[in-house]
């Protein structure tokens, strides 16, 4: 793990309110993250993880307040100007959410030649720089994803989110339903990813492990903002009853112990 580069901001989000209904998931929301750092998000069951990053790469208009991605309110953008902003953004969802007709080689293409108007020959050479770039064999580009482990539909799905080559990588959920040995392998990969691309990582993860492992900042939403937003050792101090139960459980001392235990 890497302290982040510089305190710059590439997202602030301020006074952000989601509200479904009559449901208020998050009021008077506050957040920065910073250029190349690794900022994980966690929280119980609820509290709009994955609500604010959708919310952050734009997929849902809050009620209320400002998103700003590299400086401009992604939310109050012209649709021409927006379009340009989101292309220095890569999402991995939850279940990967590959196209299931395509193969990962054409699921990678897609947005190069949706996005950047490349011919499909180029389109398909990048696409297997991604796929290699992602830990994947140059083979696994001419599955279809039902054929795929689910690692490497993670994997799969990551290089997609690579396509565009962007500056921020949003990751939801990216070692659920993984094995601890692959949970660990993609931890390290996203590490690797980082430093060599420069990227910036925002990261919605319930994974203690990888926490302890990739994580320079936690964000702890509760009672529907941020309640801490601070170092892993920080974040662990705090007086807090879900932040007690979650980092100095069972699960929680037997994580901190792996990280410090010599490799």
């Not at 602030?12 to 009559?22: P, S």
């Not at 490497?152 to 799905?157: C, F, L, P, T």
Request: net charge neutral; hydrophobic share 50%; proline share 5%.
């Amino acid at each position: 793990m890497s302290a982040a580069r510089t305190t710059d901001a590439v997202i602030e989000v301020r006074g952000l309110r989601n509200q479904f209904g009559a449901q208020i998931v998050h009021d008077g929301l506050d957040l920065t993250v910073r250029r190349g750092e690794v900022l994980a998000i966690v929280g119980g069951s609820g509290t709009g993880k994955s609500v604010l990053l959708r919310t952050i790469v734009g997929l849902n208009r809050p009620a209320a307040g400002q998103v700003r991605l590299f400086g401009q309110d992604l939310h109050a953008l012209p649709a021409g100007e927006r379009v340009a902003l989101e292309r220095r953004i890569g999402v991995l969802f939850q279940q990967g959410a590959l196209f299931s007709s395509l193969t990962v080689a054409e699921n990678v293409a897609l947005p190069l030649i949706e996005h950047a108007r490349l011919a499909p020959a180029q389109a398909a050479q990048l696409a297997a720089l991604k796929i290699a770039l992602a830990g994947l064999p140059p083979e696994a580009g001419n599955k279809l994803p039902a054929e795929l482990s689910g690692g490497m539909v993670k994997r799969a799905a990551l290089a997609r989110a690579l396509a565009l080559d962007p500056d921020i990588l949003f990751l939801d959920e990216p070692t659920a339903g993984l094995d601890p040995i692959g949970a660990a392998a993609f931890d390290h990969l996203i590490l690797t990813l980082r430093d060599a691309l420069g990227l910036t990582v925002f990261l919605v993860t319930h994974d203690l492990d990888t926490l302890y492992t990739i994580a320079d900042r936690i964000a702890v939403l509760a009672d529907r903002r941020v309640l801490v937003n601070d170092t892993l050792a920080a974040v662990a101090a705090a007086d807090d009853a879900w932040i007690r139960e979650y980092f100095h459980g069972p699960r929680g001392r037997a994580a901190m112990a792996a990280a410090r235990a010599p490799s």
